[in-house]
């Protein structure tokens, strides 16, 4: 905790740092010059415990203001973080098919399982029934000093997840007065893509043209009030905040108004169709004979169409592209000075957020069923047809049946978070080197999951008359699915089934240090040493409790079951930090600062795990610094990692042995499966989803990080200051799955056990998604590594022009390296991500950055104007023809322009993606969802914004 006496520095040093935005420099140097003190006010920066004069330190950092957040006009705490270079999209509301319906982050795009997230240095508690990470709906984005990004481990620091790194919210807990913010938000586009429009034209499918108006609106109230009490003694922070999202399905934009093939060159679409979808096979006892397939659909005539199979259903006008979405926050920041040994604090929020996610409507998904040829479903016609293609002496059939219940409407999972969080502890100086803190953290998210409109299993068997079913008899109704459109609305009612999901996590925490300086100092430097002791005892808790219908997987779109999962663990923990000044006020070295870390982390799960860090601050002048740290991490398995029941679910991507000429030769296709008589007759699904065999592992050890990095920061002349930082972070015991698609291609292409073994096949087909019987297993494993390398760039300029003042700052990030290891020894498994993508690698530009120019007179107006850049991504495989080589580069640009018209009022108004860019299109195997990587690059055109915040 030691004192920089030079006040100079510590002003430089805050604006060099990372991104700190110069407004927080012009207040930091017009407090000093008001004060004119020598003493600079202690800090906690994100990184460390032991508490700074400036906010530069020996690891890199990146800082989002509270004013960077306003102007972005985001009221999606995610939406501003994903517009960071160092940022993937993980969990948004750009996604409906299987979301979770929380918001995460995703440093480096390690996963937001990698990513820690904290609320003013402590964690923020797991999110929900679908996720182990944190869920940031639950932070107010009104209420957000600033945001720090610590890239690399903090384990040292904070304990195990911080892998890729951390992300701090700092909170705004000193707000004085009363603030009212209120705001409105929606997306608009000019639908005038020409080649969507010419393969919907080809399949007769509509589609929106000329401008959107202004839809996915979103209206957000935010309230703030703070004040001393106590004779000044207490202050305490209020906030509410509202906001509600309107939905906005992919229909409403002719980019996503077809789900593309994998190859991105037609509609593809469902084989699960409104005019059902058969595929018939002769069959003997309940045994079909698959050789004797036929792909039929019905006729209008009372027949079937003998022609082939109906064309795909356009499932996409139906799904979310953006879900609708209501939540609320409130809670407080209060503290109270007993006197200097004794400062009680505490911190309380709460959260509730209810969204749903709509996907295409549901149906029978190619189950198979065995039918007696006198079926009274079936009509004389069709009888005889069959008889015709099989024998007339057959006494049954074999058949997938895909028939999509456009008579029922969409699938709808309402999801619902309530959390909650407490923080409770106090601070004090115990004399004037040594300060404590102890506090209590409880955290609890209670969650919930109804799926409706879905088609319950059990009910089919008996309601299309299949052998070995119960008779359709005492409330059963007939579902006529050989009858052309002859379904009604009861018979598509009375298929409909409702599964629920609830469920809970907890988290608990106690956690005490102390810090100061020693007594102590080496003979080269007039810094004393500076030290944190401390323990933390944490608790994690998860609770998913499944209904019968849930557990057994009865609901046909739901691609296999979703069991109840329980479990949790307990780490105990010591920590401790050492600040060693070694050299000071020598040629060419201002200050040399050594920082070291260690933490030992007892886990009942897996044992004892050590992480430490060693770091090197060295200030060559007051203007240059360079920096360098060295940082050893772990990520113990979470509870859905060790605990998920394996079973049935689905994967996006494609089969490279499937369709008339795959990719693979025969031999090749044999390795995984396909026999001589398949190869070149399986069936591609044309909605690119696959079966895969999914699960926990409770014998995954610890995930182990090496991180380093190595950095200058230079205030080099007056008014601009800029950050260069080379990173590498290598993951090894990688807690995860090999990809399905990855797995078909290396088994093709190597033959090893390893990877055949995971493929199973259907019977005959030797299909992968019709019926349950083909899948790809994937259940969690420890892999072999994964590393990523990368340069981070800042920098800041400041200048007077006329008037007033004119900024200009960039943050970029080159990515070098990403490369995964999927097992050890097997370099052909082995890919690099950076500046790819594929079925295996999101779209991982090598160059990503931020530039934004703003001008303000300081009393009334600011304008800016901000540039984000996502460099090509070349594409490395043969599905995808649309792609072709890569993705191009893509620039949007944003607009804001902030009037402070009096001391009580204030406007906002601002247009990101002025000039209405689309997202780039991609096939169906690359697509997140609605053709496109959706959240990552600007998914719905222009964003409009305003807000009217009145102060009193």
């Given at each position: 905790?030691?004192?920089?006496?030079?006040?100079?520095?510590?002003?430089?040093?805050?604006?060099?740092?990372?991104?700190?935005?110069?407004?927080?420099?012009?207040?930091?140097?017009?407090?000093?010059?008001?004060?004119?003190?020598?003493?600079?006010?202690?800090?906690?920066?994100?990184?460390?415990?032991?508490?700074?004069?400036?906010?530069?330190?020996?690891?890199?950092?990146?800082?989002?203001?509270?004013?960077?957040?306003?102007?972005?006009?985001?009221?999606?705490?995610?939406?501003?973080?994903?517009?960071?270079?160092?940022?993937?999209?993980?969990?948004?509301?750009?996604?409906?098919?299987?979301?979770?319906?929380?918001?995460?982050?995703?440093?480096?795009?390690?996963?937001?399982?990698?990513?820690?997230?904290?609320?003013?240095?402590?964690?923020?508690?797991?999110?929900?029934?679908?996720?182990?990470?944190?869920?940031?709906?639950?932070?107010?984005?009104?209420?957000?000093?600033?945001?720090?990004?610590?890239?690399?481990?903090?384990?040292?620091?904070?304990?195990?997840?911080?892998?890729?790194?951390?992300?701090?919210?700092?909170?705004?807990?000193?707000?004085?007065?009363?603030?009212?913010?209120?705001?409105?938000?929606?997306?608009?586009?000019?639908?005038?893509?020409?080649?969507?429009?010419?393969?919907?034209?080809?399949?007769?499918?509509?589609?929106?043209?000329?401008?959107?108006?202004?839809?996915?609106?979103?209206?957000?109230?935010?309230?703030?009030?703070?004040?001393?009490?106590?004779?000044?003694?207490?202050?305490?922070?209020?906030?509410?905040?509202?906001?509600?999202?309107?939905?906005?399905?992919?229909?409403?934009?002719?980019?996503?108004?077809?789900?593309?093939?994998a190859a991105g060159t037609a509609c593809g679409g469902s084989p699960t169709t409104p005019i059902p979808n058969f595929y018939f096979y002769s069959s003997e006892d309940g045994t079909p004979d698959f050789g004797s397939e036929v792909n039929w659909t019905l006729d209008p005539n009372g027949g079937f169409d003998t022609s082939g199979g109906p064309t795909p259903y356009n499932y996409a006008p139906v799904n979310h592209f953006m879900r609708p979405d209501e939540r609320y926050t409130f809670g407080a920041f209060v503290d109270y000075e007993i006197n200097e040994h004794a400062r009680p604090y505490m911190e309380v929020g709460y959260m509730h957020d209810r969204t749903v996610a709509q996907i295409a409507e549901s149906g029978i998904f190619f189950d198979f069923f065995t039918f007696d040829i006198n079926n009274e479903l079936f009509s004389d016609l069709q009888r005889q047809q069959l008889r015709d293609a099989?024998?007339?002496?057959?006494?049954?059939?074999?058949?997938?049946?895909?028939?999509?219940?456009?008579?029922?409407?969409?699938?709808?999972?309402?999801?619902?978070?309530?959390?909650?969080?407490?923080?409770?502890?106090?601070?004090?100086?115990?004399?004037?080197?040594?300060?404590?803190?102890?506090?209590?953290?409880?955290?609890?998210?209670?969650?919930?999951?109804?799926?409706?409109?879905?088609?319950?299993?059990?009910?089919?068997?008996?309601?299309?008359?299949?052998?070995?079913?119960?008779?359709?008899?005492?409330?059963?109704?007939?579902?006529?699915?050989?009858?052309?459109?002859?379904?009604?609305?009861?018979?598509?009612?009375?298929?409909?089934?409702?599964?629920?999901?609830?469920?809970?996590?907890?988290?608990?925490?106690?956690?005490?240090?102390?810090?100061?300086?020693?007594?102590?100092?080496?003979?080269?430097?007039?810094?004393?040493?500076?030290?944190?002791?401390?323990?933390?005892?944490?608790?994690?808790?998860?609770?998913?409790?499944?209904?019968?219908?849930?557990?057994?997987?009865?609901?046909?779109?739901?691609?296999?079951?979703?069991?109840?999962?329980?479990?949790?663990?307990?780490?105990?923990?010591?920590?401790?930090?050492?600040?060693?000044?070694?050299?000071?006020?020598?040629?060419?070295?201002?200050?040399?600062?050594?920082?070291?870390?260690?933490?030992?982390?007892?886990?009942?799960?897996?044992?004892?795990?050590?992480?430490?860090?060693?770091?090197?601050?060295?200030?060559?002048?007051?203007?240059?610094?360079?920096?360098?740290?060295?940082?050893?991490?772990?990520?113990?398995?979470?509870?859905?990692?060790?605990?998920?029941?394996?079973?049935?679910?689905?994967?996006?991507?494609?089969?490279?042995?499937?369709?008339?000429?795959?990719?693979?030769?025969?031999?090749?296709?044999?390795?995984?499966?396909?026999?001589?008589?398949?190869?070149?007759?399986?069936?591609?699904?044309?909605?690119?989803?696959?079966?895969?065999?999914?699960?926990?592992?409770?014998?995954?050890?610890?995930?182990?990080?090496?991180?380093?990095?190595?950095?200058?920061?230079?205030?080099?002349?007056?008014?601009?200051?800029?950050?260069?930082?080379?990173?590498?972070?290598?993951?090894?015991?990688?807690?995860?799955?090999?990809?399905?698609?990855?797995?078909?291609?290396?088994?093709?292409?190597?033959?090893?056990?390893?990877?055949?073994?995971?493929?199973?096949?259907?019977?005959?087909?030797?299909?992968?998604?019709?019926?349950?019987?083909?899948?790809?297993?994937?259940?969690?494993?420890?892999?072999?590594?994964?590393?990523?390398?990368?340069?981070?760039?800042?920098?800041?300029?400041?200048?007077?022009?006329?008037?007033?003042?004119?900024?200009?700052?960039?943050?970029?990030?080159?990515?070098?390296?990403?490369?995964?290891?999927?097992?050890?020894?097997?370099?052909?498994a082995t890919y690099d991500c950076s500046g790819e993508i594929n079925a295996d690698c999101f779209a991982q530009p090598k160059w990503r950055h931020s530039m934004t120019v703003s001008y303000t007179t300081g009393d009334f107006w600011t304008a800016s104007a901000k540039w984000r850049y996502f460099g090509k991504v070349d594409y490395d495989g043969a599905t995808d023809v649309l792609v072709g080589d890569g993705i191009s580069s893509q620039s949007y640009l944003d607009l804001t322009a902030a009037f402070d018209v009096n001391d009580h009022l204030a406007l906002l108004v601002g247009v990101n993606n002025v000039l209405d860019k689309e997202p780039p299109m991609v096939g169906g195997g690359l697509a997140s969802n609605a053709n496109t990587v959706a959240g990552f690059y600007d998914t719905l055109g222009r964003y409009i914004h305003a807000s009217v915040t009145m102060r009193f």
């Open positions: 905790m030691y004192t920089n006496n030079k006040l100079s520095k510590a002003v430089r040093l805050a604006i060099a740092f990372g991104a700190a935005s110069t407004t927080a420099f012009t207040a930091s140097v017009n407090a000093a010059e008001e004060e004119e003190v020598a003493k600079v006010e202690r800090i906690e920066v994100t990184g460390s415990r032991i508490k700074r004069t400036d906010l530069e330190t020996s690891s890199p950092i990146q800082i989002t203001s509270a004013e960077e957040i306003k102007l972005s006009g985001f009221t999606r705490i995610e939406d501003l973080m994903n517009s960071l270079p160092q940022v993937e999209a993980a969990e948004t509301s750009f996604l409906a098919n299987g979301a979770a319906g929380t918001a995460t982050l995703d440093l480096r795009g390690m996963g937001a399982q990698r990513t820690l997230v904290l609320v003013n240095g402590r964690r923020l508690q797991p999110g929900g029934i679908y996720t182990q990470s944190a869920d940031v709906n639950q932070i107010p984005a009104s209420l957000v000093q600033r945001v720090e990004v610590l890239t690399g481990g903090g384990s040292a620091t904070y304990g195990a997840d911080a892998v890729a790194g951390v992300v701090n919210f700092v909170m705004n807990d000193d707000f004085e007065g009363f603030e009212v913010t209120v705001g409105g938000s929606g997306y608009q586009h000019d639908n005038d893509n020409k080649y969507i429009q010419g393969l919907m034209d080809q399949r007769d499918y509509d589609y929106p043209t000329g401008s959107s108006g202004i839809d996915g609106k979103t209206i957000n109230i935010d309230l703030t009030m703070g004040g001393d009490f106590a004779n000044g003694k207490g202050h305490a922070t209020a906030y509410a905040t509202w906001r509600q999202v309107d939905e906005l399905r992919q229909g409403a934009r002719d980019y996503s108004s077809c789900a593309l093939n099989f024998g007339a002496d057959i006494t049954e059939v074999g058949a997938y049946i895909g028939k999509r219940n456009v008579e029922g409407g969409g699938r709808q999972d309402t999801l619902e978070h309530s959390s909650y969080r407490i923080v409770a502890g106090v601070e004090g100086d115990i004399n004037d080197s040594w300060s404590y803190d102890v506090s209590f953290q409880y955290g609890s998210t209670a969650s919930n999951s109804v799926y409706k409109n879905d088609f319950y299993k059990p009910r089919i068997a008996s309601a299309v008359g299949a052998i070995g079913a119960a008779p359709c008899e005492a409330g059963c109704v007939p579902y006529p699915v050989f009858t052309y459109q002859g379904i009604s609305p009861e018979a598509a009612a009375s298929m409909g089934g409702t599964a629920i999901l609830t469920g809970n996590t907890s988290q608990t925490i106690v956690n005490a240090f102390v810090s100061g300086e020693l007594d102590m100092t080496l003979p080269t430097s007039s810094m004393p040493l500076a030290a944190v002791f401390g323990v933390e005892n944490r608790e994690v808790d998860f609770e998913r409790l499944a209904d019968e219908v849930f557990a057994l997987g009865d609901l046909a779109g739901q691609g296999g079951p979703t069991p109840s999962l329980v479990g949790g663990y307990n780490v105990r923990e010591i920590f401790g930090e050492l600040s060693v000044p070694l050299l000071d006020d020598a040629p060419a070295v201002e200050n040399l600062i050594l920082d070291l870390g260690y933490r030992y982390s007892d886990y009942n799960t897996s044992g004892g795990e050590s992480t430490y860090k060693v770091a090197l601050d060295w200030s060559v002048t007051t203007d240059w610094k360079l920096r360098a740290s060295y940082n050893r991490a772990v990520r113990a398995p979470n509870v859905a990692e060790l605990f998920a029941n394996q079973n049935l679910g689905l994967w996006q991507g494609a089969d490279p042995c499937a369709g008339a000429t795959p990719e693979y030769t025969a031999a090749q296709c044999a390795n995984t499966g396909v026999t001589a008589d398949q190869y070149g007759n399986i069936t591609a699904n044309p909605a690119s989803q696959y079966n895969g065999f999914f699960g926990g592992n409770p014998e995954l050890q610890p995930e182990i990080a090496d991180t380093m990095s190595f950095g200058v920061v230079a205030n080099p002349f007056e008014g601009f200051n800029f950050s260069v930082d080379y990173w590498d972070i290598q993951l090894d015991e990688v807690i995860g799955t090999i990809g399905s698609e990855l797995t078909l291609r290396q088994c093709a292409e190597t033959g090893l056990d390893s990877f055949c073994n995971n493929i199973t096949r259907a019977p005959g087909t030797g299909s992968l998604w019709r019926g349950e019987e083909g899948f790809v297993t994937a259940t969690n494993i420890n892999l072999a590594s994964r590393h990523w390398r990368g340069v981070d760039v800042s920098s800041n300029y400041e200048t007077d022009l006329g008037e007033g003042k004119l900024t200009v700052k960039l943050i970029g990030t080159y990515n070098l390296k990403k490369e995964y290891e999927p097992l050890p020894g097997v370099a052909s």
